[in-house]
């Protein structure tokens, strides 16, 4: 692995860029990755986007980093390429929408034939290019920040191009967003790290709020849901990463006799009536439902939650160039301990709750055909001739290649 490098952890799959070029790897058990492609188009990639399990993948070189390409890996073949006013910060897929984000822009793009359908001009200063698009493509809902001094959270409908709504999620600035599967629910951190909300899309109502900390602030790398959007998991650049149960906490029904800690409940609920609201706040907030602890510090780092050999797991990808894969208990939560690891690292001691795996340093060369190509830049919008049509748009679809739409993604710039 090299310098400047992107990982992208995409349900069973992962997208790594480096200075060679980028590759792709399918994660389908806890103690190995299949190299399944290696592109060399363009050296040293930093944003590298692949369409859930197709073949569709947007990449993105620091040697051009205004352009975007967009590759058919399997067939070999370039299907565009466009450039735009300034740096590309991130790109968001699903299967309707193509978002590129700059630091003071948005590019809507229609999947299908890659025209461009909206631009969203003078958005607040994004230095880090944060955005969410929601992997639903009915809901296809794209969120970014809506002010640069406040947590302020734009909601906008990229099907129907059209602002939704507001959000007034943190007093600080954005640090990380993600949508759940279905598009119905959003969760933000902000940068001072300590709290994470859950809000309903496209109400814009808070649903749950979660205190990841109370001791220091932290800045929150990654945020993921499960696939049914019952767990949520956050890391940050300290060694712990937390996983929330989103659960809903119902009163005691009619006849039951209430337990000690619904008493204690109903005690705090009604002293905190009286209480400054910031205490108040505090006193409403849940804590992590399982962590985990691991054993590096300070290293860039982001997590998924998945399923992997019918089980389901927490991926975490290090900067130092390693997926660490953990069991989680949806049950009683707790600490998850990882024990062993297939590349011979010490490891603290402790339950085998998962394996770590590392990244292979060479992987099989693909060959790399002269395709379609247009430099005319994002306002020319029809780019992709009519032969990539004779299967279907793009051949998005063929042999299968969508996983389920429970899918969850994230991303890391780092320095592997």
Same mark, same amino acid.
């Given at each position: 692995m090299c310098n400047n490098s992107w990982v992208s952890v995409c349900f069973r799959s992962l997208s790594v860029g480096t200075k060679s070029g980028y590759r792709l790897f399918s994660v389908t058990s806890v103690d190995k990755m299949d190299c399944i492609h290696e592109g060399a188009e363009c050296p040293d990639v930093y944003?590298? #986007?692949?369409?859930? /399990?197709s073949s569709l993948v947007a990449v993105v070189s620091l040697s051009m980093p205004r352009r975007m390409n967009v590759y058919h890996f399997k067939r070999g073949t370039e299907i565009c390429n466009y450039s735009y006013s300034n740096n590309i910060l991130s790109v968001r897929l699903n299967r309707q929408r193509l978002v590129v984000c700059l630091e003071e822009s948005v590019y809507i793009h229609n999947i299908k034939d890659m025209k461009l359908l909206k631009t969203l001009l003078n958005t607040p200063h994004n230095p880090s290019g944060l955005c969410a698009l929601s992997v639903n493509h009915g809901n296809s809902y794209l969120a970014y920040p809506g002010s640069q001094t406040i947590g302020e959270i734009m909601v906008y409908d990229t099907n129907n191009l059209s602002k939704v709504t507001m959000i007034p999620a943190h007093d600080s600035p954005l640090a990380a967003l993600t949508f759940n599967a279905s598009g119905t629910k959003l969760a933000s951190a902000s940068e001072?790290?300590?709290?994470?909300?859950?809000?309903?899309?496209?109400?814009?109502?808070?649903?749950?709020?979660?205190?990841?900390?109370?001791?220091?602030?932290? /800045?929150?790398?990654?945020? /993921?849901?499960?696939?049914?959007?019952?767990?949520?998991?956050?890391? /940050?650049?300290?060694?712990?990463?937390?996983?929330?149960?989103?659960?809903?906490?119902?009163?005691s029904r009619d006849g039951e006799s209430p337990t000690?800690?619904?008493?204690?409940?109903?005690?705090?609920?009604?002293?905190?009536?009286?209480?400054?609201s910031q205490v108040s706040d505090m006193m409403h907030q849940d804590r992590a439902f399982a962590t985990v602890r691991l054993n590096m510090f300070g290293l860039k780092n982001v997590c998924a939650l998945s399923t992997v050999q019918k089980l389901p797991r927490l991926l975490v990808a290090s900067s130092d160039g390693h997926l660490y894969i953990y069991n989680i208990d949806p049950q009683d939560g707790g600490e998850c301990v990882l024990k062993e690891s297939e590349d011979g690292r010490s490891l603290p001691p402790g339950p085998s709750y998962a394996a770590t795996v590392s990244l292979p340093s060479t992987a099989p060369s693909s060959t790399t055909l002269t395709g379609y190509s247009e430099d005319g830049g994002a306002e020319k919008g029809d780019v992709?001739?009519?032969?990539?049509?004779?299967?279907?748009?793009?051949?998005?679809?063929?042999?299968? #290649?969508?996983p389920p739409r429970g899918t969850d993604r994230v991303r890391l710039i780092s320095g592997i």
């Open positions: 944003i590298v #986007e692949r369409l859930f /399990s001072r790290g300590t709290v994470i909300r859950v809000f309903t899309i496209p109400e814009g109502q808070r649903l749950f709020e979660f205190r990841r900390g109370m001791k220091r602030y932290v /800045s929150i790398s990654s945020l /993921s849901f499960s696939s049914d959007a019952q767990f949520l998991c956050a890391s /940050s650049n300290t060694e712990t990463v937390h996983i929330f149960k989103l659960e809903q906490h119902s009163p000690w800690g619904a008493y204690v409940g109903k005690m705090f609920t009604a002293a905190s009536t009286y209480l400054p992709i001739p009519e032969h990539e049509f004779a299967e279907g748009p793009v051949c998005l679809d063929d042999e299968n #290649e969508f």
